[in-house]
């Protein structure tokens, strides 16, 4: 066990997301390395004790965690000032106590199920040299700008100039997401890859 004594104390700030109902609370703590998105309690359950805690609470619609921060989506008909100090307190004494955020096998089991959805799509080589592109261009650009607001993007698929992407985390159903796809990445992705026509979303 570690020696609690040298270990900081959790540090905790909430940060506004483009996305009214989301807001995100800042950790200085590491807790979880890669993305882990939990829209319904069925999932959480099976792979998240921290989020299945969360969705114990009448307003919390979502949870998604991420490096070191959890963006938490209420459900509309309640307001940020009742709940957040509740969700923040909560926080703060889960992650002082060590306890487990996100089971074992979450990262390989989610990447199961994303080649399973992926292989279903056949790609011819030059279609896969594309998707390859569009992939990179959404690792290196778009993911680090919609991780500030406390969300995610992930590719789908492509399907003849089509690219759908899958929203998560602060950016399913923000407003501000749609304007942001079209506008950033579709034109970024149209600049730079011809062969693309569109960009479409998917709430995740």
Not at 36 to 54: G, K, N, V, Y
Not at 95 to 123: C, H, P, Q, T, W
Not at 184 to 198: D, N, S, Y
């Amino acid at each position: 066990m570690s020696n609690p004594v040298t270990k900081s104390p959790v540090m905790l700030y909430t940060e506004q997301t483009p996305n009214p109902e989301s807001l995100k609370f800042v950790t200085n703590r590491m807790l979880h390395k890669g993305t882990a998105d939990f829209r319904e309690e069925e999932l959480a359950q099976e792979w998240s004790p921290l989020a299945t805690e969360l969705f114990q609470m009448p307003f919390v619609k979502g949870v998604y965690i991420c490096n070191n921060f959890v963006t938490v989506t209420k459900e509309f008909n309640y307001d940020w000032a009742d709940i957040m100090l509740k969700i923040k307190e909560f926080l703060k004494n889960y992650i002082s106590e060590d306890k487990v955020l996100i089971n074992d096998g979450f990262e390989e089991a989610m990447a199961k199920i994303e080649a399973e959805r992926g292989a279903s799509y056949e790609y011819t080589e030059n279609e896969a040299e594309i998707v390859k592109k569009i992939k990179d261009m959404i690792e290196t650009y778009v993911k680090p700008a919609v991780e500030m607001d406390g969300g995610n993007i992930e590719f789908k698929s492509w399907d003849k100039g089509t690219v759908t992407l899958i929203m998560q985390g602060a950016c399913s159903g923000c407003p501000s997401s749609t304007v942001t796809l079209k506008a950033g990445i579709e034109g970024m992705l149209k600049r730079m890859i011809p062969e693309v026509k569109e960009v479409v979303a998917e709430m995740g």
